[in-house]
């Protein structure tokens, strides 16, 4: 399947992060660093910084995802702990502006960056430039489960299952939809390294692991 989540997220593994070996799984109140954090922040300035101001006063942002595309979080991931729903929320804010820079008629470069910086906002913004310039954009349902979250000094890490059973590739001008076969690599396993910057939770650094049986549903 070619689609846009796991094109993004695929290419920013780095040897360097070593994801959970199944999502959700691992210490959930760790006092340390979070691996992977550090590599996040070699690039630095490659993003722009996000608007702490803006996030506050509106809230959710308002995200251009068209009407044939969504994404879906499940409700059961949410713990009852107001900081881990907080890093969970904006988990889901970010999630949702990847979607809508591969599927919106004109990427949102201002939301990648209030969302993605530091290594993370460099290789998304690479990976979005690549997918339009292949004439794709990306279409069906994408679901997101298994979320947890483990919070470390100054950072915190997401892992979650995604699945894109319901999602395809679309080709921009005719509106063709790519349409591939059920298989197992619809189902992917990922982390994302997140650091709060002003009054936002920023993703600074993604991986992923294709094809995991772990996820599938």
Known sequence: MSSFIRAAMATAAVSGLVLLSACGSGDESGK???????????????SPSSSPSRSKSLGAPDFDLPKDVRTV??????????????????????????????????????????????????????????????????????????????????????????SQRDAFAKVAKTGKVIRTK???SDFTSAKDIMEKRGDTWVVIHMASKGSDEKCAR
């Open 32 to 46: 340390g660093d979070i691996e992977g954090a550090k590599d996040g922040k070699k690039s630095a300035s490659a």
């Open 73 to 162: 979080f499940d409700s059961e991931d949410m713990t009852g702990e107001p900081k881990k729903d907080e890093i969970l929320r904006a988990h889901e804010h970010a999630v949702k502006a990847m979607g809508s820079a591969y599927s919106a008629e004109k990427p949102d470069w201002s939301l990648i960056g209030r969302f993605y910086q530091d290594a993370a906002g460099e290789r998304l913004r690479a990976n979005v430039k690549e997918y339009r310039a292949e004439g794709k954009v990306g279409t069906g349902t994408y679901r997101y489960y298994n979320r947890k979250v483990t919070i470390g000094k100054s950072s915190a890490a997401v892992t979650f299952c995604e």
């Open 182 to 184: 059920p298989s197992m």
